[in-house]
């Protein structure tokens, strides 16, 4: 099934990221995560692609899994990252063959200790791109990134939904945002993008701050803004990790009621294969999420 199709027949869609195994770990280890995660009964779950394409055969293998074994939508990452054409027609095929409608279309991040050279030698070298080889060369579904803060490569926000708009108008069906904290950048961005004539569902990406030194991370390459709440949860908590966890979830809990009550059109757990974490979000959400299934 097309994701689109899944936004057009729901009132918020739910989802969820996982990623796979690091590049000498067996893929078997992915079980535990999806099979703890599939009672939540997820409208999809995205399969990350490691940088440089590094992880390409097991985000196929995995997004099969979920689809072929487990009967969940699936979508695959795909970055441009020493993508060449021929490379990008053996994806699409291996992708059709598994039964996957659709593809999560990215630039994509630079592996570790290499130069921007690698970048150059891909055939495609934005996004928006590769979205419209996809769309123009077959019938998958493709979803595509936003930032509500704006890609830390460009100059502003409104320079980033320019760049944005010209994604969609190739064809992008859908958007997920980058992990964001402040919901009112999230709606800001929402506006903006709206004026602009982007108006292809969003999904608001959540990650939960449970670990101080792995969100200082994810906040140094995203370049998201902690707001004074959130300062004060890591700053009191960071030495427990108990503690932290617990105000973590609370705090993502909130963001996710508050995003659901503006009637957001998705929300996107960013799970970093910890589906305890995952679990807890979706059961202190499991009433408003009964209600929404049931709206109209």
């Given amino acids: 099934m097309l994701i689109k199709n899944i936004f057009k027949s729901k009132k918020t869609v739910i989802s969820f990221e996982i990623f796979p195994p690091k590049k000498d770990n067996s893929i078997d280890t992915i079980y535990?995560?999806?099979d703890a995660l599939k009672d939540l009964k997820p409208d999809f779950i995205s399969v990350t692609y490691g940088a440089g394409g590094s992880t390409r055969d097991k985000t196929i293998e995995i997004a099969s899994i979920i689809k072929n074994k487990y009967y969940i939508e699936s979508l695959a990452h795909l970055t441009c990252i020493a993508l060449t054409e021929d490379r990008l027609k053996a994806f699409l095929n291996e992708v059709n063959r598994n039964n996957i409608n659709n593809i999560m279309a990215l630039r994509g991040d630079l592996p570790a200790d290499t130069s921007e050279n690698l970048l150059n030698f891909s055939s495609y070298h934005y996004a928006s791109d590769l979205v419209k080889y996809i769309k123009?060369?077959?019938?998958?579904?493709?979803?595509?990134?936003?930032?509500?803060?704006g890609h830390f490569e460009c100059k502003s926000v409104e320079d980033d939904v320019e760049n944005l708009k010209i994604k969609v108008n190739n064809g992008a069906d859908f958007l997920i945002t980058q992990l964001f904290f402040d919901t009112d950048r999230f709606y800001d961005f929402k506006d903006l993008a709206v004026k602009n004539g982007i108006n292809v569902p969003v999904s608001a990406g959540i990650m939960p701050v449970t670990n101080a030194k792995q969100i200082q991370r994810m906040i140094s390459l995203s370049g998201a803004s902690v707001p004074s709440k959130l300062s004060r949860i890591l700053a009191k908590y960071e030495n427990n990790p108990a503690a932290l966890k617990e105000a973590g979830i609370a705090y993502a809990t909130e963001q996710i009621i508050d995003l659901l009550s503006w009637g957001v059109d998705g929300i996107h757990i960013y799970t970093?294969?910890?589906?305890?974490?995952?679990?807890?979000?979706i059961q202190n959400i499991s009433s408003i999420r009964e209600t929404l299934a049931t709206a109209k």
Wanted: glycine share 12%.
């Fill in 272 to 281: 970093m294969n910890r589906p305890e974490i995952c679990r807890k979000l």
């Fill in 32 to 34: 535990d995560t999806i």
């Fill in 136 to 149: 123009t060369n077959s019938n998958l579904g493709v979803g595509g990134a936003c930032y509500p803060e």
